[in-house]
């Protein structure tokens, strides 16, 4: 009841258009879902997403749900989603993208999201891939992992930085906790939106230093 009068003097709005959410609508209302761009990467392992790492990173599957346009519905969601708080954002992409990619429930041991430094993270308060993560972790029953990753460099943003000089910012950022007793393990790494595919592909290679470890990655957005 106090939470149906919340509601009532703070209505729930789209996150993409901002409009009212119906009753049965959460976070994203239904026309935006049918207006965001789906990039079907689940459907072609060799699809764009994978190709950013073809040669670069031994990856098994990489792909991203949607498609990122400047001033379109996503970039509109993953603002919210990084500087405005709004993490149910991340749950509800999680959900959405879940079924996509259950056939790695199989295979993938732990999802394991790109990580914030410490001092980031205090900022801002939260991971924005956090709650992307544990949704598909939930979803898929597979374990959520954010304390194998470590991030040991601030650095600034790297949304202006081209491949070349987010590679160079990235290099040495990236480390592991230390090895875990259970080698062998398929990783599935975690992202908001890929672009050039530097960062992950530095996780990627700490995570490597574990032996005979196989990756995945799945991000939110690709940019187009």
């Known amino acids: 009841m106090i939470r149906d009068f919340i509601d009532l003097f ?12 119906l009753a049965s609508e959460y976070v994203i209302c239904t026309r ?8 079907n990467h689940h459907l072609n392992r060799k699809n764009e997403a994978f190709q ?11 792909g991203a749900m949607v498609w990122f346009h400047k001033k379109g519905i996503v970039q509109e969601m993953i603002h919210k989603l990084k500087y ?17 990619l259950s056939n790695l429930r199989q295979t993938v041991d732990a999802i394991i999201p790109v990580p914030l430094h410490p001092k980031k993270q205090r900022q801002r308060g939260y991971n924005q891939v956090e709650t992307f993560g544990k949704a598909l972790s939930e ?7 954010d304390r194998l990753l470590v991030r040991n460099t601030y650095a600034n943003s790297q949304t202006k930085k081209n491949r070349s ?12 906790s230390g090895i875990p007793e259970e080698t062998g393990q398929h990783y599935l790494i975690v992202d908001d939106v890929l672009t050039t595919g530097a960062t992950l592909e530095a996780c990627g290679r700490a995570l490597l230093k574990i032996p005979q470890t196989r990756l995945s ?8």
């Open 10 to 21: 703070y209505p729930k709005v789209c996150a993409g258009c901002d409009r009212f959410l």
């Open 32 to 39: 935006c879902r049918h207006e965001i761009p789906l990039t």
């Open 52 to 62: 950013k790492f073809y040669g670069k990173l031994p990856v098994e599957y990489a």
């Open 84 to 100: 405005k708080g709004q993490q149910d954002i991340g749950n509800a992409i999680g959900y959405w993208y879940a079924p996509y």
């Open 139 to 145: 979803t898929l029953n597979i374990a959520y992992n």
């Open 165 to 176: 000089d987010r590679a160079d910012n990235s290099q040495s950022v990236f480390d592991i």
């Open 217 to 224: 990655i799945a991000c939110i957005a690709m940019t187009e």
